[in-house]
């Protein structure tokens, strides 16, 4: 399911006429399409029955999107202590909270330690292990390297010998030695973002679960308590949405029950999530015809919401022309246009020699599948306001205004 062109054109006319956004001073604006969203966490809930699923706060931080998956009965994956807390202040509870950080203080772990029980928190080195207190008032994982590509860009790509994340399988003494020493009660992986390898995450995914059970089998000897959770990661591109239940196939056909039935397993998938749930509209300031190259039109989101897009490859949103008066550009007759950004750096493009239809000033462009890895980064360069925020239900006709426009602070 993905957000349709005609929904968008009519969530914008219905913002201006209900006076969600001001036609003239919001000259850009983010959606969150509700139905979409929806339809994303159905899907989870369907293919992975009884695992817990804390969607990632980097992919989408906004206070009314987390506030709505915490309804949903969906966890948080929080990546820093500032998401931690943006997830409770949305209202999660703190066993349904997954902290990530690789760069924990002292001090962060013991405001955890006072104010978040039952957080689930996964040591990223063994060197972190000594900074953990020998009774947590959270649940301790440690987060596990398998070493297994995954299909990953490189950028991506964290399950390497090189990567900072996790302490590699080739440790296994000195991780069985963790298990025996510090209050660890499960173990962690990410094998890294856009997998397309699903073989080897499962390849993965059992390294780490031979691992929990050879730990359990000499706990159980030591009189130890028994590692109870595994935890995932996530890591699952948007496109194609179908890879969810592929992925979940993979999970089940490779594990038996008696071995899921061990542990308590958790997720956190981000992108998937968000990405086709989420658009951008902005109106065309400029439209610059070109003799020897493509006409440039300009808008006023770029690089500062698109920033991963902007130094590596622009992800190639689907567009959406409207006319003037935010009606559909029906004009059939096509020709190529680079789709320029705000922002005085040379490489604030959008998408170069996009065909669409004759564009003129005024006229208003829709970027779909922008829910994802966009309103979280925004750039302060150029110190422009950051964009209304709003949600709609395609299926209803709801417009609702989440946030407003919004001056960056420094």
Same mark, same amino acid.
């Given at each position: 399911m993905k957000t349709e062109g005609q929904s968008t054109a009519k969530a914008?006319?219905?913002?201006?006429?209900?006076?969600?956004?001001?036609?003239?001073n919001d000259t850009a604006a983010l959606f969150v399409d509700w139905d979409v969203l929806d339809h994303r966490l159905n899907f989870l809930r369907e293919e992975w029955p009884q695992l817990e699923h804390a969607v990632a706060i980097k992919s989408q931080p906004h206070a009314g999107v987390l506030r709505y998956l915490v309804q949903q009965?969906?966890?948080?994956?929080?990546?820093?202590? *500032?998401?931690v807390k943006r997830g409770l202040e949305a209202g999660c509870a703190p066993h349904k909270i997954v902290f990530d950080s690789p760069v924990k203080t002292r001090e962060e772990l013991n405001w955890l330690q006072q104010n978040t029980?039952? /957080?689930?928190?996964? &040591?990223?080195?063994? +060197?972190? =292990?000594?900074?953990h207190p020998q009774k947590p008032n959270y649940r301790l994982g440690l987060r596990i390297n398998p070493e297994v590509h995954t299909g990953s860009p490189a950028l991506f790509h964290v399950s390497s010998n090189a990567s900072k994340f996790g302490i590699s399988l080739t440790q296994r003494a000195q991780i069985l030695d963790a298990l025996r020493t510090y209050p660890i009660s499960g173990l962690h992986l990410h094998s890294g973002s856009q997998i397309t390898d699903l073989?080897?995450?499962?390849?993965?995914?059992? =390294? !780490?679960? *031979? /691992?929990a059970q050879e730990a359990n089998a000499e706990r159980q000897q030591l009189g130890l308590a028994l590692l109870d959770w595994i935890d995932?990661?996530?890591?699952?591109? $948007?496109?194609?949405?179908?890879?969810?239940?592929?992925?979940?196939?993979?999970?089940?056909?490779?594990?038996?029950?008696?071995? #899921? &039935?061990?542990?308590?397993?958790?997720?956190?998938?981000?992108?998937?999530?968000? $990405?086709?749930?989420? @658009?951008?509209?902005?109106r065309l300031e400029y439209v610059l015809p070109r003799t020897d190259a493509a006409s440039v039109a300009y808008l006023h989101v770029g690089a500062d919401l698109f920033l991963r897009d902007a130094y590596t490859a622009p992800r190639p949103f689907p567009l959406v022309p409207l006319n003037a008066d935010g009606t559909p550009n029906a004009n059939t007759q096509l020709q190529p246009y680079d789709i320029a950004?705000?922002?005085?750096?040379?490489?604030?493009? !959008? $998408? #170069?020699?996009?065909?669409?239809? %004759?564009?003129? +000033?005024?006229? @208003?462009?829709?970027?779909?599948?922008?829910?994802?890895?966009?309103?979280? /980064? @925004?750039?302060?360069?150029?110190?422009?306001?950051?964009? &209304?925020?709003?949600?709609?239900?395609?299926?209803?006709? %709801?417009?609702?205004?989440l946030s407003d426009r919004t001056d960056v602070n420094f």
């Amino acid at each position: 399911m993905k957000t349709e062109g005609q929904s968008t054109a009519k969530a914008l006319q219905q913002a201006w006429q209900t006076g969600l956004l001001d036609r003239t001073n919001d000259t850009a604006a983010l959606f969150v399409d509700w139905d979409v969203l929806d339809h994303r966490l159905n899907f989870l809930r369907e293919e992975w029955p009884q695992l817990e699923h804390a969607v990632a706060i980097k992919s989408q931080p906004h206070a009314g999107v987390l506030r709505y998956l915490v309804q949903q009965g969906f966890g948080l994956e929080a990546a820093s202590l *500032e998401e931690v807390k943006r997830g409770l202040e949305a209202g999660c509870a703190p066993h349904k909270i997954v902290f990530d950080s690789p760069v924990k203080t002292r001090e962060e772990l013991n405001w955890l330690q006072q104010n978040t029980p039952g /957080l689930l928190v996964n &040591a990223n080195a063994l +060197e972190e =292990l000594p900074r953990h207190p020998q009774k947590p008032n959270y649940r301790l994982g440690l987060r596990i390297n398998p070493e297994v590509h995954t299909g990953s860009p490189a950028l991506f790509h964290v399950s390497s010998n090189a990567s900072k994340f996790g302490i590699s399988l080739t440790q296994r003494a000195q991780i069985l030695d963790a298990l025996r020493t510090y209050p660890i009660s499960g173990l962690h992986l990410h094998s890294g973002s856009q997998i397309t390898d699903l073989p080897a995450q499962i390849k993965a995914i059992r =390294l !780490v679960l *031979e /691992l929990a059970q050879e730990a359990n089998a000499e706990r159980q000897q030591l009189g130890l308590a028994l590692l109870d959770w595994i935890d995932i990661g996530g890591g699952l591109p $948007a496109s194609p949405w179908d890879g969810m239940r592929r992925y979940a196939d993979e999970f089940f056909q490779n594990t038996t029950p008696v071995e #899921r &039935a061990q542990f308590a397993w958790h997720t956190e998938f981000g992108q998937w999530v968000h $990405a086709h749930a989420g @658009w951008t509209v902005s109106r065309l300031e400029y439209v610059l015809p070109r003799t020897d190259a493509a006409s440039v039109a300009y808008l006023h989101v770029g690089a500062d919401l698109f920033l991963r897009d902007a130094y590596t490859a622009p992800r190639p949103f689907p567009l959406v022309p409207l006319n003037a008066d935010g009606t559909p550009n029906a004009n059939t007759q096509l020709q190529p246009y680079d789709i320029a950004g705000p922002l005085c750096f040379a490489g604030d493009y !959008v $998408a #170069r020699k996009a065909q669409l239809p %004759e564009l003129h +000033e005024g006229d @208003w462009l829709v970027l779909l599948e922008t829910g994802a890895n966009a309103y979280g /980064l @925004w750039s302060r360069h150029c110190s422009r306001t950051i964009p &209304a925020v709003l949600g709609h239900r395609p299926s209803t006709g %709801e417009v609702q205004k989440l946030s407003d426009r919004t001056d960056v602070n420094f």
